[in-house]
Nanobody
Framework: VQLQASGGGLVQAGGSLRLSCAASGRTFSRHRMGWFRQAPGKERELVAAINWSGGSIFYADSVKGRFTISRDNAKNTVYLQMNSLKPEDTAAYYC????????????????WGQGTLVTVSS
């Protein structure tokens, strides 16, 4: 599975962005997908994750109620809709995939996309 993330940019606080992660490979629908972020000087953290069907979803407490993860298996794409953005959401955002259950440890993910930078100005 190869992953290509896009959709980052510069936005004012309170604004919205939609990140996309396009996957290649016929096994995309079997993979759990996660969005991680990493701010300068900080560890990479799991922001949101979704299982193959969309029936199991995880959100970090810091983004609950503001971010929505979804996937379209027909298009081999996972999305992260980010609303009410805050300056503390500024980070490089990465999509990642693994076959087994959703977990927060980035070292346990098998495939990674390149980062897409999100900058939220105050």
């Amino acid at each position: 599975v190869q992953l290509q993330a896009s959709g980052g940019g510069l936005v004012q606080a309170g604004g919205s962005l939609r990140l996309s992660c396009a996957a290649s490979g016929r096994t995309f629908s079997r993979h759990r997908m996660g969005w991680f972020r990493q701010a300068p000087g900080k560890e990479r953290e799991l922001v949101a994750a979704i299982n193959w069907s969309g029936g199991s979803i995880f959100y970090a407490d810091s983004v609950k109620g503001r971010f929505t993860i979804s996937r379209d298996n027909a298009k081999n794409t996972v999305y992260l809709q980010m609303n009410s953005l805050k300056p503390e959401d500024t980070a490089a955002y990465y999509c990642a995939a693994r076959l087994s259950v959703i977990i927060s440890d980035p070292n346990r993910y098998d495939y990674w996309g390149q980062g897409t930078l999100v900058t939220v100005s105050s």
